[in-house]
């Protein structure tokens, strides 16, 4: 049982549609993240939140827009997406920045299938 | 930019052998973490090395983290069904990359009972 509760676990959106993925994390931890995972690729960081404040985008294309409203949520809101942004998209948690020193706590994921 | 590379890519075993994936980073970490990841879920942290030569075990797995702090490796003792799975290193450079594990691409081990 997972302390990072993801939703939907499943989502097929056209390219021209506008969705949100939501993250919610019941450990009482300060940093938050989310990930990208596609098939043979290894995972890749997309942005980093602590404390609600954005440290860290990592070159994501605009089309994918985060957004966390205190430190137990997290969203990644999708629009104008392409089929190559279909991937599982993984959120994370821990307990704080420190230099990268704790360790990262998953969510299930969002497998996105973007037609 | 970091570059962490795993191998091998896959790893098929006859259960009750032994296992070994190994993690190279392309510049020197700060610590090192390891991940598995069941079939259809999620990554699950399993331990972090921090020491140059460093050794830590957890039941039948050993982790290794090189005198140099550039390369890691798992080793598991006579696999059983139930490491089925993917096995990732995640290095940290440390500096002003907050929150910044470089993950490598993860090793599939498939266990033939």
């Known amino acids: 049982e997972t302390g990072v509760t993801q939703t939907p676990r499943h989502l097929v959106m056209g390219m021209t549609n506008k969705k949100s993925l939501k993250c919610e994390q019941h450990?009482?931890?300060?940093?938050m993240y989310w990930y990208k995972q596609s098939a043979k690729k290894p995972l890749e960081l997309m942005f980093v939140y602590s404390l609600e404040e954005r440290v860290e985008n990592n070159s994501v294309p605009s089309r994918f827009s985060p957004e966390c409203p205190n430190s137990s949520h997290l969203f990644l809101h999708l629009h104008t997406l392409q089929p190559e942004d279909s991937a599982l998209y993984l959120c994370?948690?821990?307990?704080?920045?420190?230099?990268?020193?704790?360790?990262?706590?998953f969510g299930n994921g969002t497998r996105l299938t973007v037609t | 930019g970091q570059q962490v590379m795993q191998i091998p890519q896959y790893q098929h075993v006859q259960e009750g052998e032994d296992f070994t994936t190994y993690c190279n980073s392309s510049?020197?970490?700060?610590?090192i973490q390891w991940y598995k990841q069941r079939p259809g879920g999620h990554p699950v942290f399993l331990i972090q090395?921090?020491?140059?030569?460093e050794v830590k075990k957890q039941k039948r797995l050993t982790f290794q983290f090189g005198e140099a702090k550039k390369n890691s490796s798992l080793h598991i003792t006579a696999t059983q069904t139930t490491d089925v799975g993917t096995y990732f290193c995640?290095?940290?450079?440390?500096?002003?990359?907050?929150?910044?594990?470089?993950f490598g691409q993860g090793t599939i081990l498939t266990v033939h009972p």
């Open positions: 510049t020197t970490l700060s610590n």
């Open positions: 090395l921090v020491k140059s030569g």
């Open positions: 450990l009482g931890h300060n940093a």
């Open positions: 994370a948690s821990s307990q704080d920045l420190l230099q990268g020193w704790s360790p990262l706590h």
């Open positions: 995640a290095g940290y450079a440390g500096g002003t990359s907050y929150g910044k594990l470089t």
